[in-house]
């Protein structure tokens, strides 16, 4: 008798998808006439993305809830299992232009909202000129290409190079605390290091996973917690980096350690090679 796994079902589901999910971009790019819980507009393929895994994330046994950046309540399936939070198509702005947009998922095994320590396993689809997939699970993180429904793996337990070399940061530079514009002044006067900067974070997180550096969206002077969300955003960030060899923070401490509070709740996120990020942590005190 095979012993199911369900977080095995959720990554193998997701993986499936993922090919399926890139063909119905195409005919998709325009908008939705819909705003999402935080208050963004939707493109169709985000709205699309989201029914589609929710369909078939939520009907796979012990899954107990799934919950998507681009919807504002949770879907309830069975009793006790696990909670997967998604967002169906990170960076979709950049659909317009024809650039990089992942699909980011997060495993935990408490209700949602729960902290990055409830995560079981983390990952992310990266939608390139070739589809892979980013896992993380057991403090191991593997990495896959994706064609026609199939996952092969291209690289066992990856972790981040010792010397960093990329670094990309979100939001307006005029936006920015000065202590952090001070600390990216620093980063860019290093010339080992180069800019790369996509604007969806899975392009620009990847970059960080096989190069090494950092990628952060921070704190703004308007929104202190920044734009992206913990639950569906930050924390699996965080997991894949850490377990990765690296470091995550919200400026203070690991966000993994961020108490969650609300299923929509934004975050500071800074993730990347230890050195950087303790002394992003030491710019920032
Ligand atoms: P969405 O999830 O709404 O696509 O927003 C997330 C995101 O696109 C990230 O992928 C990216 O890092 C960031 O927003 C870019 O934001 P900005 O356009 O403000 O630089």
């Known amino acids: 008798m095979t012993v199911s796994d369900p977080v095995e079902d959720i990554v193998a589901t997701i993986s499936r998808s993922a090919t399926e999910i890139r063909q119905g971009l195409?005919?998709?790019?325009?908008?939705?006439?819909?705003?999402?819980?935080?208050?963004?507009?939707q493109a169709e393929a985000d709205v699309w993305a989201d029914d589609l895994l929710a369909e078939r994330l939520s009907s796979i046994d012990g899954v107990s809830q799934y919950a998507s950046e681009e919807r504002?309540?949770?879907?309830?399936?069975?009793?006790?299992?696990?909670?997967?939070?998604?967002?169906?198509?990170?960076?979709s702005s950049n659909l317009k232009s024809n650039n990089t947009m992942g699909t980011v998922f997060g495993i935990y095994?408490?209700?949602?909202?729960?902290?990055?320590t409830a995560l079981v396993a983390a990952g992310y689809v990266l939608y390139g000129p070739i589809t892979?997939?980013?896992?993380?699970?057991?403090?191991?993180?593997t990495k896959y290409e994706l064609t026609g429904g199939e996952r092969t793996?291209?690289?066992?337990?990856?972790?981040?190079?010792?010397?960093?070399?990329?670094?990309?940061?979100?939001?307006?530079?005029?936006?920015?605390?000065d202590d952090f514009e001070a600390y990216v002044r620093e980063v860019e006067s290093n010339p080992q290091h180069k800019l790369r900067y996509g604007g969806a974070m899975i392009g620009d997180v990847n970059?960080?996973?096989?190069?090494?550096?950092?990628?952060?969206?921070?704190?703004?002077?308007?929104?202190?917690?920044g734009k992206l969300r913990l639950q569906f955003?930050?924390?699996?960030?965080?997991?894949?980096?850490?377990?990765?060899?690296?470091?995550?923070s919200n400026g203070e401490?690991?966000?993994?350690?961020?108490?969650?509070?609300?299923?929509?709740?934004?975050?500071?996120?800074?993730?990347?090679?230890?050195?950087?990020?303790?002394?992003?942590?030491?710019?920032?005190?």
């Open 253 to 285: 401490y690991s966000i993994l350690e961020v108490e969650a509070t609300d299923l929509h709740q934004r975050v500071p996120v800074h993730v990347g090679n230890t050195s950087l990020i303790d002394r992003l942590e030491a710019a920032l005190a």
């Open 26 to 41: 195409v005919g998709r790019r325009g908008k939705a006439d819909e705003e999402n819980p935080s208050g963004e507009t």
């Open 109 to 116: 095994d408490e209700p949602l909202p729960a902290p990055g």
């Open 132 to 141: 892979t997939m980013v896992y993380a699970r057991d403090e191991t993180v």
């Open 153 to 177: 793996v291209v690289e066992h337990d990856v972790t981040l190079p010792d010397d960093p070399i990329t670094y990309g940061f979100g939001g307006r530079v005029p936006d920015w605390p």
């Open 72 to 91: 504002a309540e949770i879907i309830d399936c069975d009793d006790d299992g696990l909670s997967v939070a998604v967002d169906p198509l990170d960076g």
């Open 233 to 248: 955003e930050g924390n699996p960030i965080g997991y894949v980096i850490e377990a990765a060899g690296g470091r995550s």
């Open 207 to 225: 970059q960080v996973l096989t190069y090494g550096g950092i990628f952060a969206y921070p704190a703004l002077e308007d929104s202190p917690n």
